[in-house]
């Protein structure tokens, strides 16, 4: 079992920016690739970015790339998401998800483990 603890969501003014970090325990951190998804109100669960188990692949949604930057700390056990240029329509609840598979993954249905979320709200 792998654990995931979100956190570091909340509110920002557009244009703001937003550091999320999910703290993993449980089994070897860096055996997983780890993603991080969203979910509007009404919505289903989208890809937002991936990281590969080591760190050397990412992979980004096509409307956060060159704003959002994914990365990981292997020897904390931790995986980031920062944020930057945040507009009213990244507003969601952010999930980070970990998956046995060593290659950055889009797909939600290939992730094994969730955490239980963070609310980010851009205000316009």
């Known amino acids: 079992q792998v654990q995931l603890v979100e956190s570091g969501g909340g509110l920002v003014q557009a244009g703001g920016s937003l550091r999320l970090s999910c703290a993993a325990s449980?089994?070897?951190?860096?055996?997983?690739?780890m993603g991080w998804f969203r979910q509007a109100p009404g919505k289903e669960r989208e890809f937002v970015a991936a990281?590969?188990?080591?760190?050397?692949?990412?992979y980004y949604e096509d409307s956060v790339k060159g704003r959002f930057t994914i990365s990981r700390d292997n020897a904390k056990n931790t995986v980031y998401l920062q944020m930057n240029s945040l507009k009213p329509g990244d507003t969601a609840v952010y999930y980070c998800?970990?998956?046995?598979?060593?290659?950055?993954?889009?797909?939600?249905?290939?992730?094994?483990?969730w955490g239980q979320g963070t609310q980010v709200t851009v205000s316009s």
């Open positions: 990281i590969s188990s080591s760190g050397g692949s990412t």
């Open positions: 998800a970990a998956t046995s598979l060593l290659g950055a993954v889009t797909s939600r249905y290939r992730y094994n483990y």
């Open positions: 449980g089994r070897t951190f860096s055996n997983y690739a």
